[in-house]
């Protein structure tokens, strides 16, 4: 018996050298994730580096959205926890925050707080030392916590007025509120839950970026066209970049050591270099950037923008020529980008249609070469047999095209019950 079960496996080994290599089994069309270890991170667990979105340098990039995910009313900010392999978004309107499953790209909770205290949600961050999610709740000035086990309110903290937005500070276990009506930050220590700091910006502060290599925080005031530089070591201000439009978000990009501003007045993305805190280059499109997110693994960055009515888009700029190489357009405004770095794919919130798109590279979507005349079951059962032939395991896991949620929305817009935060 075990002479012939060896004989099979020779006979399928061979197969496998021979024969799939020239019918596309193993070609690049079929993406993987591959382990790296993240020197940001708080612990020693290795993450999974995205796989390559397949783009071109023309500007012609394979990108489509691969799925459509109902959520609150008009969502804003997004946020990846990779703890869990969630996307948490806050629902401006509807006052709760969305919990999306990452591997399912399902709605698995809706939170909306102890007595509802969840009110106005526009900015939210994930602490991944602590397992929590910080919600900011513009129309009470407080930020709410969330524990991401039992997807429940734990604590809300009071801080400065109309509270936009949140950045987590991983160095210092701090979360920084951006407080657009007060014009200052308030800085969140993440053990106690508790406001140690106050500081002063420029005019409407509405988003930050960590540098974590600096121990920086970059300020985006929308309001005095400028970006404020906070040292989280003495939390006060050691610089202010000005010469921006109305700076709306920013991400930071820990390969290049840049700060990608999305500046909305003027239309383009700048990029401040942290080592002379001074703006190095502006990517014009001819778009509003209002949402902005960094991809370690692929060194990109994805930008939310508005379109022509209501319509918007998410751009690619690859940080090694600060040049748009992909643009896929959505059905709405987007002010909310997270990047999942466990799927390779991207989350824009669309904010006027209540859901959220799902964006992937279409090449690590493509099915097995059809002149191969076999099914992607046939592969896996093929797969499965050398595994078994070879005396061990393996775990297979495909991935297709996911269909929008059967709770289809309406294909006539509703007009927005809230508009985004005001640039005062």
């Not at 949600?121 to 030392?129: E, F, K, S």
């Not at 040292?231 to 978000?249: A, H, K, L, Q």
């Not at 294909?411 to 005062?424: D, G, I, L, Q």
């Amino acid at each position: 018996m075990q002479t012939e079960s060896l004989g099979i496996a020779v006979r399928v080994a061979i197969v496998v050298v021979l024969i799939l290599p020239g019918i596309g089994l193993l070609s690049s069309e079929v993406t993987r994730p591959s382990v790296r270890f993240d020197p940001a991170s708080t612990g020693s667990v290795p993450t999974l580096r995205a796989p390559q979105l397949d783009l071109s340098s023309s500007g012609t990039g394979c990108l489509s959205v691969v799925a459509t995910i109902d959520v609150g009313s008009n969502p804003f900010g997004l946020a990846y926890d990779s703890g869990k392999n969630e996307i948490f978004v806050a629902n401006a309107a509807s006052n709760n925050v969305s919990v999306i499953d990452g591997a399912s790209n399902k709605v698995v909770a809706d939170i909306s707080g102890y007595l509802g205290q969840i009110v106005g949600p526009y900015g939210i961050a994930y602490d991944r030392g602590k397992g929590e999610v910080f919600v900011t709740s513009e129309f009470s000035n407080g930020v709410d916590v969330i524990n991401d086990t039992t997807n429940t309110v734990v604590g809300p903290i009071s801080v400065g007025a109309s509270p936009s937005g949140l950045v987590y500070d991983s160095g210092k276990g701090e979360v920084f509120a951006e407080n657009s009506g007060s014009h200052n930050v308030s800085v969140i220590n993440d053990t106690s839950n508790k406001v140690v700091a106050n500081l002063n910006v420029g005019n409407a502060p509405v988003a930050a970026a960590y540098d974590s290599a600096k121990g920086e925080v970059f300020v985006m005031n929308s309001g005095s066209g400028n970006v404020s530089v906070i040292s989280d070591t003495s939390n006060s201000v050691i610089s202010t970049i000005s010469g921006f439009g109305s700076p709306y978000s920013a991400a930071y990009d820990r390969g290049k050591g840049e700060v990608f501003v999305a500046d909305e007045g003027s239309g383009n993305v700048s990029v401040i270099s942290d080592t002379n805190n001074t703006v190095i280059a502006n990517v014009s499109g001819g778009f509003s950037p209002d949402a902005i997110a960094y991809d370690s693994g692929d060194g990109e960055v994805f930008v939310g923008t508005q379109g022509s009515g209501t319509a918007g888009s998410v751009r690619v700029i690859s940080d090694t020529n600060d040049t748009v190489i992909a643009t896929v357009s959505v059905s709405s405004y987007v002010f909310g980008v997270a990047s999942d770095v466990l799927s390779g794919e991207v989350y824009a919130s669309d904010f006027y249609d209540s859901a959220v798109s799902v964006i992937a590279s279409c090449k690590s979507y493509s099915s097995p070469s059809a002149s191969s005349g076999l099914s992607m079951t046939d592969w896996i059962v093929i797969a499965a047999v050398i595994a078994a032939a070879a005396g061990g395991t393996t775990a297979l896991v495909t991935r297709s095209r996911r269909r929008r949620g059967s709770a289809a929305l309406s294909t006539k817009r509703p007009a927005p019950p809230v508009s985004p935060p005001k640039r005062m």
